[in-house]
């Protein structure tokens, strides 16, 4: 080390260059970077670009993106060509605000650190035009590229296609890949219209990608997959996401992963596409999150895991991914996987509908309608089922009508609903069965029974339980129509089937007597104790009856009195006097012990 540093004392500045270009080359790169930094600091602007490289790159130096861009500027303000060119490529991946840096090495002076990396920001454009035009003009291939690159992804107002394109064409003839890479690019832009562009731009793509290039290597992909420019082929398309997924390009890695698993032109392999989207996913790709979360959410190759599928659909969502977003709103709000939340679930799918994911407004509005959201939501879905109604979406007339009818987001107008709900009711059968209703109760139209059973008879044809209940219902009392109990009971019947406590309860009632059906106390004492395991509470109170008195079944005061007790506590009044008229329950006698059995003598 003393040997250097007396070597460094005697060489000029460009003899410390040219020794500092030797040791970097035999791998000393500590004494090189002594030697560089005395030929930076010389003003050398070949020795401030290879020391800004080397903050850059970390070559015998910690890395500093700050230093780096320092050194860059000195040698690209002296003419330096190549550093104008890195300087323009560091402006448009984000530079350090010059007066942050000059901050934070003030507040590091004492330790003698440089700034950290997290001050870097957005892309400065501007500053990266200016340096790459610089570049550009000496002819460099890589400067045109850059420059070109501005003008086709930098803001409106620096945009110039066909002037990119042009540099991109010069840079490409001098082979830089970069300029291959955007000359096929532009080419690829103009397929529409001229077809031949897209044969003409594989050429130069396939060189970029020849070399190494990650984006030339993913757009040949596309190219193979699409058969645009070039043959179709899965296979030659999966190759090719290989190459750039194994250089650690993203958008490749979910290509790739994709492929395997669904044999793409490979063979099919779940477990390593699912590692590669999983690689995709961490690295920020969205769609690639939002996949694993439906691998897991669908099952397959892979066993259903919701609680897996949870996390990833998290991860596509925090990133703006809108079906991820609806789907984890799903979960949400059935608990799969997770715990079941509607208010999680409606501000997910509150960002589905955001993000523009079609159906997602749909599911935030029936979570209103379920009284599972705040008001705010309330009053969008209803504006969004009043603008799709009007565009003549049935279903959202139909649920339009509801928020009339229920005041949800709007203040109760039952005539204005029943309006909506006639529209719907030509092609929704919950319309049907409402409107019916409203007929029947005379809410918002004249009471028209006659006209509501008939609606709702419909919607009981088309399988909707609460509409053959309804309908059965009407049916018993002759509302609307001839009574006909024969015909409730089998209405009834083919709704308990699916599950209606009312049903139940309504089969148990009919069965029990007083009604134009035979009486059967058997049947009548299953379906009241169908109902009442399933909570309905007046079947509870029956279930009470049958068992006190004996109805088919040995009397126990017990177990008749914890159904009366259930019954109450779920609101009916009545039973207060079934229970009341129970005998007391004869208070347990304990046989106590006398002296010698307490004490064992």
């Given at each position: 080390m003393k040997l250097l540093r007396r070597l460094v004392g005697t060489l000029s500045p460009a003899a410390s260059l040219a020794q500092a270009i030797k040791l970097a080359e035999a791998g000393k790169r500590g004494e090189a970077f002594a030697l560089l930094a005395r030929a930076a600091r010389a003003g050398l602007p070949d020795a401030q670009y290879r020391i800004a490289?080397?903050?850059l790159e970390g070559t015998g130096v910690p890395v500093s993106l700050a230093e780096g861009a320092r050194w860059l500027e000195l040698a690209a303000e002296q003419g330096h060509v190549p550093a104008q060119a890195l300087l323009a490529a560091l402006n448009i991946h984000g530079l350090p605000d010059p007066k942050a840096v000059a901050e934070a090495q003030r507040a590091n002076a004492a330790s003698g650190l440089f700034a950290p990396a997290s001050l870097e920001k957005a892309p400065d454009y501007h500053r990266a035009l200016v340096w790459a035009r610089k570049a550009a003009d000496a002819g460099s291939p890589e400067g045109q590229a850059l420059l070109a690159f501005v003008l086709t992804s930098g803001p409106a107002e620096l945009r110039d296609l066909e002037q990119a394109e042009a540099l991109y064409a010069k840079s490409s003839a001098a082979g830089c890949p970069q300029g291959e890479l955007g000359y096929g690019l532009a080419l690829l832009r103009r397929r529409a219209s001229d077809?031949?562009?897209?044969?003409?731009a594989a050429e130069p793509i396939l060189r970029a990608a020849k070399v190494g290039l990650p984006t030339a290597e993913y757009v040949l992909g596309v190219m193979n997959e699409q058969g645009v420019g070039v043959p179709r082929s899965q296979g030659q398309a999966a190759q090719w996401y290989k190459r750039a997924a194994e250089r650690g390009m993203g958008l490749a890695m979910a290509r790739w992963g994709l492929a395997l698993l669904e044999g793409s032109g490979v063979e099919r392999d779940t477990q390593q596409g699912e590692s590669w989207l999983r690689r995709a996913a961490l690295g920020g790709d969205r769609e690639a999150a939002a996949l694993v979360g439906d691998l897991y959410a669908r099952g397959g190759d892979l066993p259903p895991n919701y609680s897996e599928a949870a996390q990833w659909f998290r991860l596509a969502a925090e990133l703006g991914?809108?079906?991820?977003?609806?789907?984890?709103?799903?979960?949400h709000l059935t608990g799969a996987g997770v715990a079941r939340d509607p208010e999680e679930a409606a501000r997910w799918f509150?960002?589905?509908?955001?993000?523009?994911?079609?159906?997602a407004n749909a599911d935030l509005a029936n979570l209103v309608l379920q009284g599972n959201a705040d008001a705010r939501d309330a009053a969008s879905s209803r504006e969004w089922f009043e603008r799709a109604a009007a565009e003549g979406d049935l279903l959202a007339a139909f649920n339009f009508g509801l928020c009339l009818a229920e005041g949800v987001g709007v203040e109760r107008d039952e005539r204005r609903a029943a309006e909506w709900l006639r529209r719907a009711a030509d092609g929704v059968v919950n319309a049907q069965f409402w409107y019916g209703r409203m007929l029947a109760d005379g809410r918002g139209v004249e009471a028209d029974p006659q006209e509501g059973r008939a609606w709702i008879a419909?919607?009981?044809?088309a399988g909707m339980v609460d509409a053959q209940v309804a309908l059965a219902e009407m049916m018993v009392n002759g509302r609307g129509g001839p009574r006909d109990h024969p015909g409730a009971l089998a209405l009834f019947e083919r709704a308990a089937q699916q599950g209606h406590a009312g049903a139940m309860f309504a089969l148990g009632a009919m069965h029990g007597g007083g009604h134009d059906v035979p009486t059967d106390r058997a049947v009548a004492y299953r379906w009241f104790r169908d109902a009442a395991e399933k909570g309905h509470p007046h079947a509870m109170m029956m279930l009470g009856r049958y068992i006190a008195r004996g109805h088919e079944v040995a009397p126990d005061l017990d177990l008749a009195r914890l159904w009366f007790e259930r019954a109450i506590a779920a609101g009916v009044v009545e039973a207060r006097g079934d229970l009341a008229s129970l005998p007391m329950p004869r208070p347990m006698v304990l046989a106590v012990p006398d002296e010698k059995q307490a004490f064992g003598n």
């Amino acid at each position: 080390m003393k040997l250097l540093r007396r070597l460094v004392g005697t060489l000029s500045p460009a003899a410390s260059l040219a020794q500092a270009i030797k040791l970097a080359e035999a791998g000393k790169r500590g004494e090189a970077f002594a030697l560089l930094a005395r030929a930076a600091r010389a003003g050398l602007p070949d020795a401030q670009y290879r020391i800004a490289r080397c903050y850059l790159e970390g070559t015998g130096v910690p890395v500093s993106l700050a230093e780096g861009a320092r050194w860059l500027e000195l040698a690209a303000e002296q003419g330096h060509v190549p550093a104008q060119a890195l300087l323009a490529a560091l402006n448009i991946h984000g530079l350090p605000d010059p007066k942050a840096v000059a901050e934070a090495q003030r507040a590091n002076a004492a330790s003698g650190l440089f700034a950290p990396a997290s001050l870097e920001k957005a892309p400065d454009y501007h500053r990266a035009l200016v340096w790459a035009r610089k570049a550009a003009d000496a002819g460099s291939p890589e400067g045109q590229a850059l420059l070109a690159f501005v003008l086709t992804s930098g803001p409106a107002e620096l945009r110039d296609l066909e002037q990119a394109e042009a540099l991109y064409a010069k840079s490409s003839a001098a082979g830089c890949p970069q300029g291959e890479l955007g000359y096929g690019l532009a080419l690829l832009r103009r397929r529409a219209s001229d077809p031949q562009a897209a044969v003409q731009a594989a050429e130069p793509i396939l060189r970029a990608a020849k070399v190494g290039l990650p984006t030339a290597e993913y757009v040949l992909g596309v190219m193979n997959e699409q058969g645009v420019g070039v043959p179709r082929s899965q296979g030659q398309a999966a190759q090719w996401y290989k190459r750039a997924a194994e250089r650690g390009m993203g958008l490749a890695m979910a290509r790739w992963g994709l492929a395997l698993l669904e044999g793409s032109g490979v063979e099919r392999d779940t477990q390593q596409g699912e590692s590669w989207l999983r690689r995709a996913a961490l690295g920020g790709d969205r769609e690639a999150a939002a996949l694993v979360g439906d691998l897991y959410a669908r099952g397959g190759d892979l066993p259903p895991n919701y609680s897996e599928a949870a996390q990833w659909f998290r991860l596509a969502a925090e990133l703006g991914h809108g079906a991820a977003s609806r789907a984890l709103g799903m979960l949400h709000l059935t608990g799969a996987g997770v715990a079941r939340d509607p208010e999680e679930a409606a501000r997910w799918f509150r960002a589905a509908a955001e993000a523009g994911e079609a159906g997602a407004n749909a599911d935030l509005a029936n979570l209103v309608l379920q009284g599972n959201a705040d008001a705010r939501d309330a009053a969008s879905s209803r504006e969004w089922f009043e603008r799709a109604a009007a565009e003549g979406d049935l279903l959202a007339a139909f649920n339009f009508g509801l928020c009339l009818a229920e005041g949800v987001g709007v203040e109760r107008d039952e005539r204005r609903a029943a309006e909506w709900l006639r529209r719907a009711a030509d092609g929704v059968v919950n319309a049907q069965f409402w409107y019916g209703r409203m007929l029947a109760d005379g809410r918002g139209v004249e009471a028209d029974p006659q006209e509501g059973r008939a609606w709702i008879a419909r919607a009981a044809e088309a399988g909707m339980v609460d509409a053959q209940v309804a309908l059965a219902e009407m049916m018993v009392n002759g509302r609307g129509g001839p009574r006909d109990h024969p015909g409730a009971l089998a209405l009834f019947e083919r709704a308990a089937q699916q599950g209606h406590a009312g049903a139940m309860f309504a089969l148990g009632a009919m069965h029990g007597g007083g009604h134009d059906v035979p009486t059967d106390r058997a049947v009548a004492y299953r379906w009241f104790r169908d109902a009442a395991e399933k909570g309905h509470p007046h079947a509870m109170m029956m279930l009470g009856r049958y068992i006190a008195r004996g109805h088919e079944v040995a009397p126990d005061l017990d177990l008749a009195r914890l159904w009366f007790e259930r019954a109450i506590a779920a609101g009916v009044v009545e039973a207060r006097g079934d229970l009341a008229s129970l005998p007391m329950p004869r208070p347990m006698v304990l046989a106590v012990p006398d002296e010698k059995q307490a004490f064992g003598n």
